[in-house]
């Protein structure tokens, strides 16, 4: 790479750690990047994986205060991260590296009704369960764990917008604050991508540089995605993720 592709790339792996933080679809800030220095489809996936890892620890990190009391559900979805991002990670060394292409901006389309509704869809629910005398499950129960089992299979393979289809599963099914079900997504997402980077590890190729630069980048971006993150209301951290996710659309699209 040159001096100014390493800078590139470091600036867009500090974007992307900020943006996976606060919402997710970082990816679509640091795979064109990538493609950009002259990376095969497949290495710029693999090293990309590898490289936003430190962001992810560091934007679950940032969001710390809002994890707690959710270790049981934690550890609970972090099965069906850990096997959906082993699956995704497969897949991606075994298929063409366009399989996924035309079903992604569907799913990403969903999820952004599924946000955009989710405070009716809420209520809904709180009223049926009210009625019905049920009391919600504080882990999402099978429906939960099953959706982002299957989310964090495309996770492993490409991880673009995964965290917006993590937040709309999940501000359905659970009972709680988007701050809260956010500081949860982080940690599922670095789930899923520590998972995806052992198998490239082992048997994919990636580029050093990428990796090493995109670390350091979504490092620091993921702190200060935390920092600026948890000052937004839950309106506005809604509003924020439709953005991105529209932006996200348009972007995959056109590619």
Do not use: C
Request: proline letters at 4%; hydrophobic letters at 55%.
């Amino acid at each position: 790479m040159t001096t100014g592709e390493m800078l590139a790339v470091l600036g867009a792996g500090i974007s992307a750690g900020a943006v996976n933080t606060v919402v997710g679809s970082g990816t679509l800030i640091t795979f064109p990047i990538l493609l950009a220095t002259g990376l095969p489809p497949v290495t710029a996936t693999v090293s990309n994986a590898l490289g936003l890892i430190p962001g992810s620890i560091s934007g679950a990190i940032g969001y710390r205060s809002e994890l707690s009391g959710q270790t049981r559900r934690i550890l609970k979805l972090s099965i069906g991260a850990l096997l959906g991002g082993l699956a995704g990670a497969t897949l991606l060394l075994a298929l063409p590296a366009t399989a996924f292409e035309r079903i992604v901006p569907v799913l990403v389309g969903l999820a952004l009704v599924l946000v955009v509704l989710q405070p009716r869809i809420s209520k809904n629910l709180r009223h049926r369960r009210e009625t019905t005398g049920k009391s919600v499950r504080p882990d999402g129960g099978r429906l939960l764990l099953t959706g982002l089992t299957l989310a964090s299979v495309y996770g492993g393979y490409f991880a673009a917008a995964q965290g917006i289809i993590y937040m709309s599963l999940m501000g359905m099914l659970l009972d709680d604050s988007m701050q809260r079900l956010n500081a949860l997504k982080n940690v599922l997402a670095a789930v899923v991508n520590a998972v995806a980077a052992i198998v490239f590890l082992v048997v994919a190729d990636f580029d050093w540089t990428a990796v090493a630069l995109l670390a350091v980048g979504s490092a620091v971006g993921g702190q200060i995605g935390a920092t600026a993150g948890r000052r937004l209301g839950p309106g506005v951290l809604r509003s924020l993720i439709v953005a991105v996710g529209t932006v996200a659309i348009v972007q995959l699209l056109l590619r």
